[in-house]
Every structure is written in structure tokens, then in C-alpha cells.
């Protein structure tokens, strides 16, 4: 199972579609449990992923020291805004095993919203952190400033990261005009994204573009039976005062609580009644949790990026018969395209 592990509330950034620090009150900038009882939980965890979150969680970096010291997990990884990696000392870092990174795409959309020269620290310590063997993985927010193709192409083409995936700016943020975002940059994009993935298909290559690779996966192999990130049945959050929530945003609402560290109960139907008999739902597994329960654009914003996730889909399951083709003439095997997204924590559905 994923254990996201919100080692603080603070966050040493503001980003325009985030921002910054949850209040002391909601998440606390300390972790107030104690951390026998974690162990106790991961331990008991026959195949455990740790994911250290925030806030940014090396403003905690003695949590992170003292569960890397004293639990023991099989994959260990970290989602920072990669600005303050030298915080933790260099014998932990080759103790973590992946790590994802906020970066945005290009230099000039990075920092419009993270903050100047954000785009230069982050890709600086990308390259360190890749020096040290750690697996790395590009997290992008898209806004209505993106071109999901330069954005997505310019990060492969640095080669700092092993994989990559975004999240739409449509969960948090005021409203704005996707529709017309997407029918004019996102679908044109993500079709020449697709068809850049099938022409490295062809040269014997499986390039981690996560939104589309855990689409063709799902395809193939397991379907999600919730939200590919496996919010509340397959991945679950602790929080820094102890609680443990179906998702990781999801700090304030109830209906998220499945527990405390002194012991929780998965959901045990994820799937949203409404997306019940959904042709897609075996790709999509009801997208994003906390977006179908919150709905902040109401019901017509909700369905109108659903239509825009159903658009995506696809132009990536139009793919298939290709692939098939590919894996008959051996350029690769079936088993390249096999993922889980909740060993790195990554989001399959943006």
C-alpha cells in the first residue's frame, strides 16, 4: 500500500494556485503522534510505499531522518517543491528511493506561479538528485498558461527525469475557461503527445509520460477500481497531528477521515456512484476523489473537465491497435507497458 506522510503543514513557497502553508489549527507544522504507532501500521504492511508530503516536507527534515532511522518500508520517496534539498543530509537521500518534483514545464510558466528563479533551483537539485542514483519525477500543475505539449516535451528533453505527470489547475483555483483551454491547446497537445509515445514505441522505447502510460497500462493489466492514485483503498494519508485520511488534500473535510494512527478502515467501494457504468471508468476510476466529492465549480464545471478527461482518453486508447502492432513485431514487450502509479505516488488522471 502508498503511505503518504505529511511530515509538516508549512511550505516555504506560495504558489498562485496552491497558496502556500495550511494554518498551524487545520495541519500542524510539527508531527504530533507518535511515531511507534506509525511503525507499528507500516511494518504490518506486507509491500509498503512511504511518501513523504506537505506542505513541503523537508521543512521537517528531522521526522524524515527519524522514520528512515527507525521503520522499515520498501520503497521510500518524497513530493517537494525542490527548493531546499540540501536540508537533509546526503546519507538519508541515498536511503530514498524516488523522488518527485514541482516543476511546471518551461522556465517562464515555472516561475510565473512558483516564484522567480524557482525553475533554476529545482532543475539544479533535479541533477543532483539524479547524481545520487534516486529516481526523478517532473510533478507539473497546468494552468491556462500552459502548452501542455512544449511544457511536457521541454521537461523529457532535459533528461533530468525518469517520468513525468501534470495535474489540471481545476480543483482549487477560481474558475476559468478550460473549455476553450482544451479545445484549442490541451487535445490538440495530447495528440501530439500520444503520437510522440508511439514513435519511441517503434525505436524500442517506453517514454514515462505517466498520463498516457497508466492509461495503456490499465488498458492491458489491472483497471482502477478507484482513482488511479488509489485514494482511500490502496493509498491512504497521515497526517502530521495523526489522523488518516482517504486523500492528501483533502485535510478539512470529513468524509476523507478513515481513522487515527491507532488504527483506520479502507474505503471499500471508491468507484463514484455516477461513474458506475461509465464506459472509461476502468481507465479513469472516477478521476480525482476530492474533485467529485467537493465539486468547487459546481456540476457543470465538474462535467465539463470530465468531458475534456473523456476527450483525452480517447485520443489515448486510439493508440491501441498500434501498440498491438508493436508488440507482435517485438519492438516491445507487453509487460513494459505494466504500471502502478501508487509505487511513486504519481497521478494517472490529470
Known sequence: MLWLLVTTGKCNLICDYCGGSFPKDVVPWKTTYNINK????????????????????????????????????????IQTNGTLIRILPLKYWKKINVALLSID????????????????????????????????????????????????????????YDKIHWQLNVIWTEKWNVERWARENYIPGIKKLVDYFVEKIWEGKIIKIIPILGVISAHYFEGYKGSPCGAGYKSVTVTSDGRVLSCPIAVREKWAELGSVDGFKLMEDPLPEICKNCEYNRYCGGRCLYASKEKYWGEEGFNIVDNITKEYLKIVLSIIPEIDNAIRKGSIKLSDLKYDPTLDSTEVIP
Open 38 to 77: 506509525l511503525k507499528k501500521l507500516i511494518e504490518n504492511d506486507s509491500n509498503p510505499t512511504v511518501i513523504f508530503y506537505g506542505g513541503e516536507p523537508l521543512n521537517n527534515p528531522k521526522f524524515i531522518m527519524d522514520f528512515i532511522d527507525n521503520v522499515r518500508a520498501k520503497r521510500i520517496g
Open 105 to 160: 514545464g518551461r522556465e517562464e510558466i515555472t516561475d510565473k506561479h512558483r516564484g522567480k528563479k524557482i525553475y533554476r533551483v529545482v532543475t539544479e537539485n533535479s541533477k543532483l538528485l539524479k547524481s545520487l542514483g534516486i529516481e526523478t519525477i517532473a510533478r507539473m500543475t497546468v494552468t491556462e498558461d500552459s502548452d501542455i505539449y512544449e511544457e511536457v516535451m521541454h521537461l523529457i528533453n532535459l533528461g533530468l
